[in-house]
């Protein structure tokens, strides 16, 4: 086995471990409305929802080989690692590629820690951006795209996202609007019943989605890195086995259930009844399906926040609690730059201690933060037990009289 | 053109649509449910008509189109799968290559 080979493994590792990740990070998106408003027990929703992504990632045929071309020019457009980076039998590449998934991952589970829900294609991005920029500098990096299409950081992952919570927090606002404007007069047992089914169907579809967008992404990396180092020649076609392993990744670690951020997406943002868990799960399964239909991708967890909000806005009377959504929109804007800086900072730390010795550094280093992470989630530990619970904003901090000054 | 001039191209056709499908069919399942409570009448309706039969068949019928889109929003789904699209060129929907 030769050094390189131990790196790809550890490459591949890491890019399941982020897979999997990506499915109890994004749980929410599609569960947690259905969670909040007792449509699904939490058990039976999340294995729902993790049955329908493994589903959704078998479907995904197409190959998503050049996902990393739109943010970063680590490979030629029909697939290939650029050469310069293969040189040295692909550990360049690598290595590039193990400190972008080491900083998505550790941004990923430390906005699950604070039970945020934050992007994972963004974590993605910008860990690849970070250890790219540190890699090749900031020329590697794909910023504006060549004008010809929706391309790079800012159109593929800036513009849609300022944009997506906009738009889908339109649609679910008058959904929602229009829901209780046509079912006055009709008693809440029976509507909520009915409203009830309307939200598993509509959960289900986003859930599916979900697997088919999000788990090719992790296939083409992988993929990627098989090429790189020689394992793999075909570009139009992705080895099953990569399939197989990023499909159960993705649907158990969806299983799993990222109950820090269901809590927060179900209960903190919006108290919500079945017609508006309903509204919002539509809002989200329709601008999902066209804007990918259009080419448009968006984030689902943009878009499923921005679906939660609209459906409480549309409803009148309800309470939003802005300051929740005001942290999470400061989760978002930091995101890209946040995981960009681990990635960045994974490269460096890899690349002077150099070659396979620099690999396993950046390896523990991520077992490490994990551990770590998880540790400290054990301290108030969320779970399907008590994932519904009131929602207890925590008091402003007042300066008690007298001790100014 | 610029990233912002596609991204706004491509927002307002995201909105348009998802208006449609998203709002629209949530609308449409709302009215089923509304008729559902007219057929059963009683104490479905805060006002305790009598139940009328007809709503119980316009209600089935206003179901049946939300699942026949939900059903389309799947083959979509598993099509572009295998690489195809669904076109609406010829006004119903027919899967085609992309």
Redesign the interface.
């Given at each position: 086995m030769t050094e390189t080979t131990v790196i790809l493994a550890l490459v591949v590792i890491t890019a399941l471990g982020f897979d999997f990740t990506n499915g109890f990070h994004d749980t929410a998106n599609a569960m947690a409305t259905s969670i909040a408003t007792g449509a699904l027990r939490p058990k039976v929703a999340v294995a729902l929802s993790g049955i329908l992504n493994l589903i959704?990632a078998f479907?995904?045929?197409?190959v998503a080989l050049t996902v990393s071309n739109a943010v970063v020019r680590i490979q030629n457009s029909d697939g290939t690692p650029k050469e310069a980076l293969t040189s040295d039998g692909g550990t360049a590449l690598l290595l590039i590629v193990l400190a972008g998934l080491v900083g998505s991952i550790v941004w990923n589970l430390f906005t699950w820690l604070l039970g945020l829900p934050s992007s994972s294609s963004h974590a993605l991005f910008g860990g690849l951006v970070g250890a790219t920029v540190a890699g090749l500098g900031w020329a590697g990096v794909n910023w504006?795209?060549d004008?010809s299409?929706?391309?790079?950081v800012?159109?593929k992952v800036i513009?849609?996202a300022l944009?997506s919570p906009v738009?889908?927090g339109?649609?679910?606002a008058?959904?929602t609007w229009?829901?209780y404007r046509?079912?006055v007069?009709?008693?809440a047992?029976?509507?909520d019943n009915?409203?009830r089914w309307?939200q598993i169907?509509?959960a289900s579809?986003v859930s599916?989605?979900h697997g088919?967008n999000d788990a090719q992404k992790t296939m083409g990396v992988i993929t990627l890195a098989l090429i790189a180092s020689g394992e793999w020649t075909d570009t139009t076609n992705i080895p099953f086995w990569v399939k197989a392993s990023c499909a159960l990744a993705i649907a158990l670690g969806t299983y799993l259930g990222g109950w820090r951020i269901i809590r927060t997406l179900g209960k903190g943002l919006v108290e919500i009844a079945p017609?508006q868990g309903?509204?919002a799960e539509?809002?989200?399964?329709?601008?999902i399906?066209?804007?990918?239909?259009?080419?448009?991708a968006?984030s689902t967890t943009h878009v499923a926040t921005g679906s939660i909000l609209g459906s409480g806005v549309g409803k009148s009377g309800a309470q939003v609690r802005w300051r929740v959504a005001g942290r999470m929109v400061a989760a978002w804007l930091i995101t890209l730059p946040s995981a960009a800086v681990v990635g960045a900072l994974m490269w460096f730390i890899g690349d002077l201690i150099g070659g396979l010795g620099g690999a396993l550094v950046i390896f523990l280093i991520l077992l490490a933060a994990a551990g770590y992470m998880y540790w400290r989630s054990r301290r108030t530990p969320v779970d399907h037990s008590n994932v519904n619970d009131e929602w207890d904003e925590p008091a402003e901090r007042r300066e008690p009289a007298g001790t100014a000054v | 053109?610029?990233?912002?001039g596609?991204?706004l191209e491509?927002?307002w056709?995201?909105?348009l649509?998802?208006?449609i499908?998203?709002?629209g069919?949530?609308?449409v399942?709302?009215?089923?449910?509304?008729s559902?409570?007219f057929g059963?009448g009683g104490?479905?309706?805060?006002?305790h008509a009598a139940p009328h039969p007809v709503g119980r068949l316009v209600a089935y019928v206003l179901f049946a189109v939300?699942v026949l889109v939900?059903l389309l929003?799947?083959t979509?789904?598993?099509a572009?799968?295998?690489?195809k699209?669904i076109s609406f060129e010829h006004v119903y929907p027919a899967i085609v290559d992309k």
């Open positions: 959704g479907l995904s045929v197409e504006n795209g004008g299409k929706l391309d790079g800012i159109g513009l849609p944009m738009i889908a339109l649609v679910a008058v959904g229009l829901i046509i079912t007069g009709v008693a047992r029976f509507t009915g409203f309307g169907g509509s579809l599916l989605a088919t017609p309903m509204a539509s809002s989200s399964a329709a601008v399906l066209v804007s990918s239909h259009l080419g448009f968006l | 053109m610029s990233n912002l596609f991204a491509g927002a056709k995201v909105l649509a998802g208006l499908l998203g709002a069919l949530p609308a399942f709302a009215l089923g449910i509304r559902m409570a059963a104490d479905a309706e805060v006002d939300v939900a929003g799947i979509y789904i598993v572009s799968g295998f690489g699209t």
